[in-house]
């Protein structure tokens, strides 16, 4: 929480990085969370205003610059504060799992602050290379159904994407959502996409 | 017609179509057959700006546009900031909202339709050429409430207001004059449960003079082909403050309230923008638009689940969220999955349990799960985590809030704080009911089953109300409460869009409602105006930063 009055109001995108409050992941020593500050109102679609902020704050966020040509922009929201824009990091053209970025913004488009999980350690990864001799969409969606032990009746078509999933070693891996009428549940399962493997299982529905 | 490419943004006149459909002297309605040079990724508002900015001339008479650079003449109407931006196949539309010092005008606008590349190819305008009279309606101005007081007089509304009235201050163009005035857009239910035609209930639009208090005008903008339906509102046990009201009991036509369904598409089913009852089974067709059931004939559940989705997200619509729902929310009203009701975040979809008492009989149950949708629009993945942490007991805990505190004046004397009070009648053992949101629960009554613990959050949001004015005699001061209340803490939500869920906590909620309320301020430098209330009803939970 910053204390009163000690919001410091710069001019551009370019913030000074010795007077915002951040906190660190002691892991990386980037910033996964900037605050206390106000860049100058910036030009341009939301979207366009946050890239020229992560652009010319980078070294905040990620060691290597080329991590941001990676951000695909996920949805831009109003609010009664102002704009709120999301990005997700895409590596080779799939996804990182968790790895967003989120730039704030008030109504004139000043920046006040910045929430990042980007994964710059994705950067040497050849998701090519990690997908040879590996399971197929429908075998994953199989081994998915199977993990959840259901027999079930979908509620609608079961699908799978490719996503990089970074805890402990990166691995490449489908990402399957699966909706089932009985019992009614909605689950996502992360399958390797090399071994086929489950990973990860969540029952994502809220009651 | 052929487009003109033009060199630049100004348009020479002999070389436009002009359509004069505008009433308003000396002004051009509409105008196009050209084109002008594409401007790249430039903000279609800026474009739009610029381009009415060149072409003052055309659009409206010169002052119109010169933003009183003279200061030896009235200060004239100027167009601010693009109000509106709108992305169809064709390209952009941009709306002007023209205002003066600040305030807008009525009726005063301009949209600037531009391709894909931003290049303008047609205008339509409706700027105001008149500059409002010397200080006309700024003496002894009437407030808000005195405003609504004048309006009562032609249009009896106290005791019949349906959601808050919504007040804005415009210049009004009335008898050759702008003055200055209320626009009051409020919303009448009807005296009896079936409405008649004399009753004006409805949607109605009033413009009160800020001075005299005269109604300026008076707009019925209710649409009366409008499809109707029949609802609990929120439910039997509170319209008829029965305490001991049984599962079985007949309800009587009092406890219904006739509404009108709004959004809806042509095709006669409950399908609209906002919701779409099509997942469930055997939907009902109205071609008539008669949606008039009770409970247990077909086609009552849809209705309190269509009717409900679509008020709820259309009143946030007017709190502030533009575009919460960009797509309508799929329903199943009588889903075959026990007394259980669910939102499905893949399937944007909310279904609907069954019971002796079905779950979509009872509003504050589908409030409380429209609010997971809600979050999920808001940050996508919101509950995507390990079942029963923290962020998903505050997903269980802002539904509970949202569905009490939506009601908080038809609670306000009976059942305040309770969330499924007819749901939970139709138990295995009957209850009270099912949660409720004015817990003493505190963080050390922590029990990591993310409902229960949603009585934590849900009970920090309540006092948060409360402290806000909801604990107030004065129904404008609660009504004006629950608006900042809602405004504060579905702006927090935008500040809790980690991509890691699982270490979100309570903290981190506290933090985003201090940001919120800081950044919904006039004043973004300073702390928020209620910092202070945000902290000492979070401490009294156990919850600090």
């Known amino acids: 929480m910053s204390p009163p009055g000690d919001t410091v109001v710069f001019k551009g995108p370019k913030i000074d990085s010795r007077r915002i409050k951040r906190e660190i992941v002691p892991e990386t020593g980037l910033a996964s969370a900037v605050d206390g500050f106000l860049s100058g109102p910036l030009e341009g679609a939301p979207e366009e205003a946050a890239s020229k902020f992560l652009h010319a704050n980078y070294n905040l966020f990620t060691p290597q610059r080329s991590t941001l040509r990676e951000l695909q922009v996920e949805q831009v929201s109003r609010s009664p504060a102002g704009y709120h824009v999301t990005f997700q990091q895409v590596h080779q053209g799939v996804p990182v799992e968790g790895a967003k970025v989120s730039v704030h913004m008030t109504i004139d488009q000043r920046v006040h602050a910045a929430y990042s999980r980007l994964k710059p350690e994705v950067a040497g990864l050849d998701v090519q290379e990690m997908a040879k001799n590996g399971i197929d969409q429908a075998e994953a969606i199989q081994i998915a159904l199977a993990s959840i032990r259901a027999a079930v009746k979908l509620a609608g078509p079961a699908r799978a994407e490719q996503v990089i999933l970074t805890q402990e070693t990166p691995r490449l891996t489908w990402k399957v959502l699966l909706s089932t009428m009985r019992p009614a549940q909605e689950w996502v399962v992360w399958v390797d996409a090399r071994s086929g493997e489950v990973l990860q299982r969540r029952e994502i529905s809220m009651g | ?545």
């Open chain 2, 1 to 545: 017609m052929e487009l003109q490419v033009l060199p630049d943004l100004s348009v020479p006149l002999e070389r436009v179509n002009v359509y004069q459909h505008t009433q308003m002297k000396d002004v051009i309605g509409a105008m196009g057959g050209f084109l002008t040079p594409p401007a790249g990724r430039m903000d279609p508002r800026q474009v739009a700006l610029e381009f009415t900015q060149a072409n003052s001339l055309l659009i409206a008479k010169p002052y119109v546009l010169d933003m009183g650079k003279d200061k030896t003449t009235p200060q004239p109407p100027a167009i601010v900031q693009s109000s509106t931006v709108m992305r169809s196949p064709v390209g952009y539309h941009v709306q002007l909202q023209q205002t003066y010092e600040g305030i807008p005008i009525y009726g005063g606008r301009a949209i600037v339709h531009m391709t894909e590349e931003r290049s303008v190819y047609f205008v339509t305008s409706d700027l105001h050429p008149d500059v409002p009279e010397a200080e006309m309606g700024k003496a002894e101005a009437l407030s808000r409430q005195e405003a609504l007081e004048a309006l009562a007089a032609e249009l009896p509304w106290k005791d019949r207001l349906q959601g808050e009235p919504h007040c804005e201050k415009v210049y009004f163009s009335h008898q050759g004059l702008l003055r200055l005035a209320w626009c009051i857009d409020l919303s009448l239910s009807p005296k009896t449960p079936i409405a008649t035609g004399e009753d004006r209930s409805g949607d109605w639009r009033a413009i009160v003079d800020m001075q005299s208090g005269e109604v300026l005008q008076l707009l019925d903008i209710a649409l009366y082909d409008d499809p109707v339906g029949r609802v609990f509102y929120p439910n039997p046990v509170v319209a008829m403050k029965k305490e001991d009201l049984a599962w079985n009991a007949a309800i009587p036509d009092s406890a219904y309230r006739q509404v009108k369904l709004s959004r809806l598409d042509d095709s006669g089913y409950l399908s609209g923008r906002y919701a779409d009852t099509a997942d469930t089974p055997n939907r009902v067709l109205e071609t008539d638009g008669q949606f008039l059931y009770q409970r247990g004939q077909p086609g009552f559940l849809e209705v309190m689940a269509y009717y409900f989705v679509d008020h709820v997200i259309n009143w946030l619509r007017r709190q502030g969220w533009p575009d919460l729902f960009r797509r309508p929310l799929r329903i199943n009203a009588c889903a075959p999955m026990g007394d259980q009701s669910k939102f499905f975040p893949y399937l944007w979809a909310l279904y609907f349990g069954e019971g002796k008492v079905m779950d979509a009989e009872d509003a504050s149950i589908i409030l409380h799960e429209l609010g997971h949708a809600i979050q999920e629009a808001q940050v996508k993945g919101w509950g995507v985590c390990e079942k029963n942490k923290p962020v998903r007991a505050m997903g269980e805990g802002f539904g509970d809030w949202l569905a009490t505190v939506f009601f908080a004046e038809q609670r306000r004397t009976f059942h305040q704080g309770y969330v499924g009070d007819w749901d939970a009648r139709g138990y295995k053992a009957p209850s009270t009911c099912l949660r409720r949101v004015d817990t003493s629960k505190t963080m050390n009554d922590w029990r990591g089953e993310e409902h229960e613990d949603g009585e934590i959050w849900s009970a920090v949001l309540w006092d948060l109300y409360q402290g806000l004015g909801g604990d107030s005699t004065q129904a404008t001061t609660r009504r004006q409460a629950r608006a900042t209340a809602v405004k504060l803490v579905l702006t927090s939500h935008q500040y809790l869009s980690d991509g890691l869920r699982e270490t979100l906590t309570f903290q981190h909620g506290l933090q985003a409602l201090l940001d919120a309320d800081r950044f919904t301020s006039a004043d973004v430098t300073k702390p928020g105006p209620h910092e202070q209330l945000i902290r000492d009803v979070f401490a009294a939970r156990g919850i600090t930063v």
